[in-house]
């Protein structure tokens, strides 16, 4: 399906402003779930990891979920194996399509929200051009 990975390190965060952002709302998510102890955050990841790809962003109007596999999931359950016998039959080329269909609005949406977040900082910009020899 063309699809590139493109990761960052995780010394670094910084390099992707969604990575920050992403960063501080699970820390915020696992601090309302977690104890004033402490101890049991690990117990509950797996809840503020399920909350946050089931939660449809802004810049995609999709939820992680639904742009990875396809589906809305609505609770823990749906991420259980069906059994082989009572899973639905998908054409796998309907469900590439479909899949596509779904990248393109995807692409398209995050696009048109980056233009739209370049408006404002632009606004004030002017483009300089430096010749060979300028004291810059």
Same mark, same amino acid.
């Given at each position: 399906?063309?699809?590139?990975?493109?990761? /960052?390190? *995780?010394?670094?965060?910084? +390099?992707?402003?969604?990575?920050?952002?992403?960063?501080?709302? @699970?820390?915020? =998510?696992?601090?309302?779930?977690?104890?004033?102890?402490?101890?049991?955050?690990?117990?509950?990841?797996?809840?503020?990891?399920?909350?946050? /790809?089931? *939660?449809?962003?802004?810049? +995609?109007?999709?939820?992680?979920?639904?742009?990875?596999?396809? @589906?809305?999931? =609505?609770?823990?359950?749906?991420?259980?194996?069906?059994?082989?016998?009572?899973?639905?039959?998908?054409?796998?080329?309907?469900?590439?399509?479909?899949?596509?269909?779904?990248?393109?609005?995807?692409?398209?949406?995050?696009?048109?929200?980056?233009?739209?977040?370049?408006?404002?900082?632009?606004?004030?910009?002017?483009?300089?051009?430096?010749?060979?020899?300028?004291?810059?």
């Amino acid at each position: 399906m063309g699809i590139k990975l493109l990761f /960052n390190t *995780t010394c670094h965060p910084q +390099t992707n402003g969604r990575t920050e952002v992403t960063n501080r709302t @699970l820390t915020t =998510l696992l601090r309302g779930m977690v104890s004033k102890s402490l101890r049991d955050w690990d117990n509950k990841f797996s809840h503020v990891q399920f909350a946050y /790809n089931r *939660t449809s962003s802004y810049a +995609t109007s999709h939820s992680p979920f639904e742009v990875c596999y396809g @589906l809305i999931l =609505l609770t823990p359950l749906d991420l259980i194996p069906i059994p082989q016998e009572s899973k639905v039959s998908f054409e796998a080329e309907e469900r590439a399509k479909a899949m596509k269909k779904l990248h393109q609005l995807v692409r398209a949406q995050i696009e048109k929200v980056n233009a739209q977040y370049k408006v404002k900082p632009n606004k004030n910009r002017t483009h300089l051009e430096f010749k060979l020899g300028d004291l810059v």
